[in-house]
């Protein structure tokens, strides 16, 4: 009977042992929803050069009305970069001059002019990081913040959309993990 008892006790504790194990697991699981760098990223190699570059493989795209809108790309070849596809009703013309603004989730702003020629594609980049070492306290307030919305002045128009959460996570996930990769 001793051993009968013994015996149970012991198949119990397994049985609990695993019911829980198995609990943990599910908890992990479960609480990190972030998706990986390799998930977020592609990395290739260009086999003439030799050179790596990284893209975020999904394009992060900010409408409310489907007429209008910013598409944005993160992409990492020699620095960070941020390209901007801005649409409007107007004008889609972007110069020297035209500038965006972030509005973070903290109520912070930060502007800065884009590093583009003139075009009328409304189409434009950001740099940052090395070799350009400008736009570094912005790329670090993209990185560590969540973008509320994005203003873009372009020559004849202004294009301004709100980002849900699911949009400013994407952003800041994918600048994460292109900024890892060039340190």
């Known amino acids: 009977m001793k051993t009968l008892s013994i ?3 012991l198949i119990f504790s397994l049985l609990v042992s695993a019911q829980t194990k198995t609990i943990k697991q599910t908890k992990s699981k479960t609480e990190d929803k972030t998706p990986t760098c390799d998930v977020l990223i592609q990395t290739r190699r260009d086999r003439m050069t030799n050179k790596v570059s990284s893209t ?3 394009k992060i795209i900010a409408t409310t009305d489907r007429k209008t809108g910013i ?3 993160t992409f990492r070849s020699s620095g960070i970069w941020l390209s901007f596809t801005a ?3 107007v004008s889609n013309c ?3 001059k035209s500038k965006v603004i972030f509005l973070f989730t903290d109520k912070t702003t930060r502007q800065t002019n884009f590093a583009s020629d003139f ?3 409304g189409e434009a980049f950001i740099s940052f990081g090395y070799p350009y070492n400008y736009n570094d306290a912005i790329l670090e307030d993209l990185i560590t913040k969540k973008v509320q919305a994005i203003r873009v002045y372009m020559m004849k128009s202004v294009v301004e959309e709100d980002f849900i959460d699911v949009e400013a996570t994407e952003l800041q996930s994918q600048l994460k993990c292109l900024n890892e990769l060039s340190n």
């Open 7 to 9: 015996l149970f006790i």
């Open 87 to 89: 649409v409007s009703s």
């Open 119 to 121: 075009n009328c594609d």
């Open 94 to 96: 972007i110069s020297e």
């Open 71 to 73: 598409v944005l790309k």
């Open 56 to 58: 975020g493989r999904r």
